[in-house]
Nanobody, 122 residues
Framework: QVQLVESGGGLVQAGDSLRLSCAPSGRTFSSAAMGWFRQAPGKEREFVAAISWSGEITDYPNSVKGRFTISRDNAKNTVYLQMNSLKPEDTAVYYC???????????????WGLGTQVTVSS
């Protein structure tokens, strides 16, 4: 069974950095667009970043643009989310997802991980 596995979450202070990783098990996603989403308690899952299969196209919402960077290493079959200048409002469970194209639409991603918790204290 195909599964995406996220890692790298944790508890940090405001202003700190974290790097999340996502690696699939069961198959390669080197030809898929990859995305990161997050969900805070009581809120809907929201788009954080996406990257095309080649890495040439990326997309971010204004809330993280300039602070977060998505990248991928297809040789290692791994996608990363570098998060700098973290804020308490970044606290959420972060999910990795694979899809056909770079999009902000949750429903366009067919494969999901179980998530990793990121907590930013003030």
């Amino acid at each position: 069974q195909v599964q995406l596995v996220e890692s790298g979450g944790g508890l940090v202070q405001a202003g700190d950095s974290l790097r999340l990783s996502c690696a699939p098990s069961g198959r390669t996603f080197s030809s898929a667009a990859m995305g990161w989403f997050r969900q805070a308690p009581g809120k809907e899952r929201e788009f954080v970043a996406a990257i095309s299969w080649s890495g040439e196209i990326t997309d971010y919402p204004n809330s993280v643009k300039g602070r977060f960077t998505i990248s991928r290493d297809n040789a290692k079959n791994t996608v990363y989310l570098q998060m700098n200048s973290l804020k308490p409002e970044d606290t959420a469970v972060y999910y990795c997802a694979a899809g056909m194209a770079v999009t902000r639409n949750v429903g366009s991603y067919g494969y999901w991980g179980l998530g990793t918790q990121v907590t930013v204290s003030s």
